[in-house]
Nanobody, 124 residues
Framework: VQLQASGGGLVQPGGSLRLSCAAS????????IGWFRQAPGKEREGVSC????????TYADSVKGRFIISRDNVKNTVYLQMNSLKPEDTAHYYC??????????????????WGQGTLVTVSS
C-alpha cells in the first residue's frame, strides 16, 4: 500500500504546477485523499482534501481560489493543480488517505499511507 506524490519543482511566483498522488496496492475509489505540506521549520498543515464521491472538496484558506484538487479513479490518481503560486507555498507536499471521508481535516491524525512527498519551491 503506497501513495507517491510527484510533480514538484522550482517555479517562479505567479506560476503553476500540477502535483500527482498515485496510489498503488489498493483501490483509490474507497478513500478520501488529503494533500498536506510542510515548510522548513513549520508544522505540517492541511492544504486540500477530496472525498470518495468526487464532489466534496475542501481547501485551506491560504490556497482557496488558487489550488484545485481532483481525482481520476480510473488512473488511481489524485491531482493538485496549483496556480498563482507564492513564495509562501514553498514546502514539501504530501498526500495521504482516509477511508471514505475527510474526517477531522485539516488535522492529519486520521490519515495514513504517507508517501515521501514532493518539493515545491516558489522563487524568482
Amino acid at each position: 500500500v503506497q501513495l507517491q506524490a510527484s510533480g514538484g519543482g522550482l517555479v517562479q511566483p505567479g506560476g503553476s504546477l500540477r502535483l500527482s498522488c498515485a496510489a498503488s496496492g489498493f483501490t483509490l475509489d474507497e478513500y478520501a485523499i488529503g494533500w498536506f505540506r510542510q515548510a522548513p521549520g513549520k508544522e505540517r498543515e492541511g492544504v486540500s482534501c477530496i472525498e470518495k464521491n468526487y464532489v466534496s472538496t475542501t481547501y485551506a484558506d491560504s490556497v482557496k481560489g488558487r489550488f484545485i484538487i481532483s481525482r481520476d479513479n480510473v488512473k488511481n490518481t489524485v491531482y493538485l493543480q496549483m496556480n498563482s503560486l507564492k513564495p509562501e507555498d514553498t514546502a514539501h507536499y504530501y498526500c495521504a488517505r482516509q477511508y471514505f471521508y475527510c474526517s477531522g481535516y485539516p488535522s492529519d491524525i486520521r490519515f495514513d499511507s504517507w508517501g515521501q512527498g514532493t518539493l515545491v519551491t516558489v522563487s524568482s
